[in-house]
């Protein structure tokens, strides 16, 4: 009896672990393509992009338009909704993306260091309450689009399973990076990226168009957001203006984590983020989960201050 | 003979795969100009940094006979406290604080003299008498330094707007004001025009003579180093190829070996010009 | 760049701008001035307000369009005020400017205009000036990008609220133990992360400044949590309270003085503290900037690499810089949580943190003039917004921006230097003389 009992919970124990892994996958898939948009942007032009929290908020926000739209018209088939919603997000929202770069901080590429920043800081503040003036304080809820999944181990009243949703969060996010990782490495725009994260002036002197370049990674940047707000409209079902500030300053510590600049490192910190949390609110406290991203980062970063897979800048004196 | 100043034995710096000082030798003297040379990338600012500080060595002894604290194994220092002991430098791509004024940034080179003397700020807060004192008479160093440098005029300017000579001077000024033992000059020269060249020398010289202290000096201009040198040593590849007085060195096969290999071959021209 | 619009710039040129500008401010309109998701009983609903998507477009296309023809002129126009250097002479008066301002301040509640309303806001203002002041010195002069500085703030407010009502200390002392608590803690939290350079360091501050609220949120036992501290003692004057009745044992202001019992009194107090507060913080960096300490900070920001060749030890420049910027976080918290008698975590979040920043980059990195004007920008804006009470945080983060484009460095960008060499005199002419 005793011996069966201690079985039983050891397999219930690994059942509980792997839901908070599963959990947490999803979790990070959702922050690392945010946190692409970061990494992006920083290697380029050395930026924090404070508003693009904001932009992922607001790719939320068009996902839920777009899908309330869709059931209003009767469109039933999920597929078919889903990749109108995605498209539609994206577009407007790398819209979004491009002009807030166009807008707020172009003027601003020679200036002192801080001004960007703050500059985005307001832009943050803006579309926040731009939002909320124009689609209202409360937040809003989408009944479920995508329901089922499949259950993983079923044992008396424990389940370990697998949504839908989880599935097609992690399999899109899988099938993004890797062309992702071909457009950075293979294409004219990757190596126009590269050379200006090296030396802008240089880039410009070789005939790149500097100014296409740093829009179209904000482009790039807007439409990985879009996807992970799509995401999070799907997994939650409950958005509301705020949600931007605290995803992106999540996504924003997986970028310093993983190490910024780096697009693997981007989604290595996006998946330890939310594994962090997915565990920590699992076994120690839900409320301190945040506690913990917190102290993870600062402890990588005291140990290794490029981050996990940045690469160290030499001090040249 | 008494013991030289500087003692540097077998100093080695590896970056990775590279190289950059390979067992490196050498001393400096008070009252010597001991210059430093050899082709670009031969290694001669990766022995400054490893001299002040700034890289750790991989191999090597670095000793300072300080006149006041005995031996000082400067290798073992942490990167600021070097400074501390007397051993001040230059850098080669000029670093001032260039949104400070030229005073400010003499004032700034003081710190480790004015700091006790402002009780940790306390003192200074109140504007006790003791600190007024302290700082009058750093701005009486700054103020003469100014002065022999030629830049009592631009004094209150900011120093980033000031001309690339003028800023090679701010730099030199501002090692000087705090009172060193050992100063490490990090190209000087480069990019002054042949008048503010002469005045170069002429400083050095001056410095030489009137403090006492040791002067390590790395320069492409053969002209002011064959003029100015007591000593001279040659290091190429990382490591030292030879070392001697300027006449020596004139006439070192290897030496003019080493700047033939290069394809610039400027420098071998000025090395012979130098002979005048 | 913003395209220097210079008028040779052709009309068909121009007009092609302006559609592609308004054409896109067409498309970011449709999602959500267009389109409004409401909640309804049966769930959502999208209500369409597509006209809102043309007014829109053309409210872009007119604006860009005037603003390109007016650029030029206007940058003409506003050239020679934006060159404009005061005389010699008024800059000797500079040195008066401070004590002068601390004049008017103090005056201020005493004059006829001065209602309950006025103070309170003066107070605000007061409380932000004494925040930037202290953030200006990790900023500002340092150099070091502190993203958590209500951090400090809180730490302040907490030590003092937890103080007198746990420990029943008065105000003061609980002041000064706020203002130590707060440096403290920035030294502790300091040491580990200052070999961080740059963003990095920004971003551990972030989270520092996420930490700490979160523990303060959720330390019931200490804090009380979401529900926040309440009780808080008032300052008094030499033991004196502003309240109506005097306490078991004590006595209030109107009692001694004889003056009839006002509830005004207290706000002019309370008011007259934090100006002392500021002004003595204001007067103190403005002496460490001319004393080694100072100057060193300075010298940090500049370069780092320069200073250790000086046989500067980076590592404690940069710790007392963040100690004393949050000695002054720690005091400013200490009088917010004595003022209010309540504090809650929601004071402390990351918009606070944003807010002290924006104050010290708006009004010119370093510069206290800039401070004051912009703190002054940033309390009395929303205020004087309040009719349009929605649309004043979104008119905000417009004029962040629009300030930052328009000057970069701030509204007071020039640095003054601590010394001049003209104004000391030389040593051999003053005995010759
Ligand atoms: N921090 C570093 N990391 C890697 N290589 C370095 C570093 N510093 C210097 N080097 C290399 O060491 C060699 C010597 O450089 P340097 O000392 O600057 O030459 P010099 O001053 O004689 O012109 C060069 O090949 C240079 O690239
Ligand atoms: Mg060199």
Same mark, same amino acid.
């Given at each position: 009896m005793g011996a069966v009992k201690a079985a039983m919970g050891f397999t219930l124990a690994v059942g509980t672990f792997l839901q908070h892994l599963i959990n947490g996958l999803t979790l990070g898939a959702i922050y690392g393509l945010i946190a692409i948009g970061y990494t992006m942007v920083y290697g380029i032009i050395r930026m924090?992009?404070?508003?693009?929290?904001?932009?992922?908020?607001?790719?939320?926000?068009?996902?839920? #338009?777009?899908?309330?739209?869709?059931?209003?018209?009767? *469109?039933?088939?999920? $597929? &078919?909704?889903?990749?109108?919603? =995605? @498209?539609?997000?994206?577009?407007? #929202?790398?819209?979004?993306?491009?002009?807030?770069?166009? *807008?707020?901080?172009? $003027? &601003?590429?020679?200036?002192?260091? =801080? @001004?960007?920043?703050?500059?985005?800081?307001?832009?943050?503040?803006?579309?926040?309450?731009? *939002?909320?003036?124009t689609q209202g304080a409360r937040s809003k809820s989408l009944p479920p689009v995508m329901t089922g999944g499949v259950t993983l181990w079923h044992d008396g009243d424990f389940s370990l399973g697998l949504t839908n949703i989880q599935m097609f969060i992690i399999l899109l996010t899988v099938a993004l990076m890797a062309g992702f990782t071909l457009v950075i490495n293979r294409t004219a725009l990757g190596r126009a990226q590269r050379a200006c994260e090296q030396d802008r002036t240089m880039a410009a002197l070789l005939g790149i168009n500097v100014d296409r370049t740093i829009s179209l990674t904000f482009v790039l940047g807007a439409g990985l957001a879009a996807v992970a707000g799509v995401m999070v409209t799907l997994y939650y079902g409950v958005i509301d203006f705020y949600i931007g500030f605290l995803a992106g300053m999540k996504a924003f510590t997986a970028a310093v984590l993983g190490g910024i600049g780096s697009l693997p490192g981007a989604m290595l910190g996006g998946l330890l983020i939310g594994l962090i949390e997915a565990f920590f609110s699992g076994y120690v406290s839900s409320a301190y989960k945040d506690v913990a991203a917190f102290s993870i980062l600062i402890l990588v970063l005291v140990v290794r201050p490029s981050g996990l897979l940045g690469r160290p800048d030499i001090e040249k004196v | 003979m008494t013991e030289p100043l500087l003692d540097v034995q077998g100093l080695t710096m590896r970056f990775g795969g590279l190289l950059a000082v390979d067992g490196v030798d050498l001393t400096a003297e008070r009252n010597r100009i001991t210059a430093l040379i050899g082709p670009n990338g031969a290694g001669k600012t990766t022995i400054f940094n490893c001299l002040t500080g700034f890289y750790k060595p991989t191999a090597g002894r670095l000793l300072l006979r300080h006149p006041a604290r005995g031996p000082i194994e400067l290798q073992k220092l942490k990167g600021y406290g070097v400074a501390r002991t007397g051993v001040v430098r230059t850098f080669q791509n000029i670093r001032l604080f260039p949104s400070m004024t030229v005073?400010?940034?003499?004032?700034?080179?003081?710190?480790?003299?004015?700091?006790?003397?402002?009780?940790?700020?306390?003192?200074?807060?109140?504007?006790?008498?003791?600190?007024?004192?302290?700082?009058?008479?750093?701005v009486e160093t700054a103020r003469d330094w100014l002065r022999r440098l030629d830049l009592l005029a631009v004094a209150d300017e900011e120093a980033g707007n000031l001309s690339y000579g003028m800023q090679r001077r701010v730099e030199i000024a501002r090692a000087m004001s705090t009172n060193p033992l050992l100063l490490c000059l990090d190209e000087p020269a480069a990019g002054l025009n042949p008048r503010e060249t002469r005045a170069l020398a002429e400083l050095l010289v001056g410095i030489r003579a009137e403090h006492g202290i040791g002067i390590l000096l790395i320069e492409h201009d053969m002209g002011l180093v064959m003029d100015i040198s007591d000593h001279i040593v040659v290091v190429d590849h990382g490591a030292r190829i030879a070392a001697g007085t300027p006449a020596e060195i004139r006439n070192d096969e290897r030496v003019i070996k080493a700047y033939l290999g290069e394809p610039d071959a400027d420098d071998v021209a000025t090395a012979g010009g130098g002979a005048h | 760049m913003a395209a220097p619009a210079s008028t040779s710039i052709p009309v068909a040129h121009r007009l092609r701008d302006a559609g592609i500008a308004g054409l896109v401010a067409m498309a970011l309109a449709v999602p959500f001035l267009g389109l409004r998701t409401v909640n309804l009983d049966q769930g959502l609903v999208v209500q369409a307000n597509l006209a809102y998507v043309p007014l829109a477009g053309a409210v872009v296309f007119l604006g860009r369009l005037v603003l390109g023809l007016l650029a030029a002129p206007l940058a003409k126009a506003v050239a020679p005020l934006a060159a404009w250097r005061p005389p010699a002479a008024a800059q000797r008066l500079r040195a008066w400017g401070g004590p002068l301002l601390v004049l008017a301040a103090v005056a201020l509640p005493f004059l006829p205009f001065a209602n309950r309303y006025v103070i309170d806001l003066g107070t605000t203002a007061l409380i932000y000036i004494l925040l930037a002041t202290g953030l200006n010195i990790t900023v500002g002069l340092a150099g070091l990008l502190d993203l958590g500085f209500a951090a400090f703030y809180a730490i302040g407010a907490y030590t003092c609220a937890l103080t007198t009502t746990q420990l029943h200390w008065g105000f003061w002392p609980a002041l000064v133990a706020g203002g130590l608590a707060s440096s403290l803690f920035a030294v502790l939290l300091s040491l580990p992360i200052l070999r961080l350079r740059g963003d990095y360091?920004?971003?551990?501050?972030?989270?520092?400044?996420?930490?700490?609220?979160?523990?303060?949120?959720?330390?019931?036992?200490?804090?009380?949590?979401?529900?926040?501290?309440?009780?808080?003692?008032?300052?008094?004057?030499?033991?004196?309270?502003?309240?109506?009745?005097?306490?078991?044992?004590?006595?209030?202001?109107?009692?001694?003085?004889?003056?009839?019992?006002?509830?005004?009194?207290?706000?002019?107090?309370?008011?007259?503290?934090?100006?002392?507060?500021?002004?003595?913080?204001?007067?103190?960096?403005?002496?460490?900037?001319?004393?080694?300490?100072?100057?060193?900070?300075?010298?940090?920001?500049?370069?780092?690499?320069?200073?250790?060749s000086l046989g500067i030890n980076p590592t404690m420049v940069k710790v007392s810089a963040y100690a004393s910027g949050a000695l002054m976080g720690g005091l400013a918290g200490c009088f917010f949580a004595a003022r209010q008698g309540f504090v809650s975590?929601?004071?402390?979040?990351?918009?606070?943190?944003?807010?002290?920043?924006?104050?010290?980059?708006?009004?010119?990195?370093?510069?206290?003039?800039?401070?004051?004007?912009?703190?002054?920008?940033?309390?009395?804006?929303?205020?004087?917004?309040?009719?349009?009470?929605?649309?004043?945080?979104?008119?905000f983060g417009l004029a962040m921006i629009l300030i930052m484009i328009w000057k970069p460095g701030g509204l007071l960008s020039g640095r003054l230097p601590t010394i001049r060499l003209s104004n000391a005199k030389p040593k051999s002419v003053a005995e010759a003389a």
């Open positions: 924090i992009n404070f508003a693009h929290g904001e932009i992922y908020m607001i790719g939320a926000f068009i996902a839920v #338009t777009t899908f309330t739209l869709l059931l209003g018209a009767g *469109v039933t088939s999920v $597929p &078919l909704a889903l990749v109108i919603v =995605l @498209a539609i997000s994206c577009t407007f #929202t790398a819209a979004y993306g491009w002009t807030i770069e166009r *807008v707020a901080y172009r $003027p &601003l590429r020679t200036a002192p260091k =801080l @001004a960007p920043f703050i500059s985005a800081i307001g832009m943050s503040i803006l579309l926040q309450n731009f *939002v909320m003036l | 005073l400010e940034n003499l004032l700034v080179a003081q710190h480790q003299a004015l700091m006790p003397r402002s009780v940790f700020s306390f003192a200074g807060l109140l504007n006790l008498k003791g600190w007024r004192a302290a700082e009058e008479a750093a | 360091l920004a971003i551990v501050t972030l989270g520092f400044g996420e930490i700490t609220r979160i523990v303060i949120l959720n330390w019931q036992g200490l804090t009380g949590g979401p529900n926040g501290v309440s009780g808080i003692a008032r300052p008094t004057l030499f033991g004196l309270t502003f309240d109506r009745r005097a306490p078991a044992g004590g006595h209030t202001f109107s009692e001694v003085t004889g003056i009839a019992y006002a509830p005004e009194h207290r706000l002019i107090f309370l008011y007259l503290v934090i100006l002392a507060l500021t002004a003595l913080a204001a007067y103190t960096v403005a002496r460490l900037r001319r004393l080694p300490i100072g100057r060193a900070w300075e010298a940090l920001r500049e370069d780092e690499i320069a200073c250790r975590p929601e004071s402390f979040g990351f918009m606070e943190s944003a807010t002290i920043l924006a104050i010290v980059v708006l009004g010119g990195m370093g510069s206290q003039a800039g401070v004051i004007i912009a703190a002054l920008f940033i309390v009395v804006l929303p205020e004087l917004a309040r009719g349009f009470a929605d649309y004043r945080m979104l008119a």
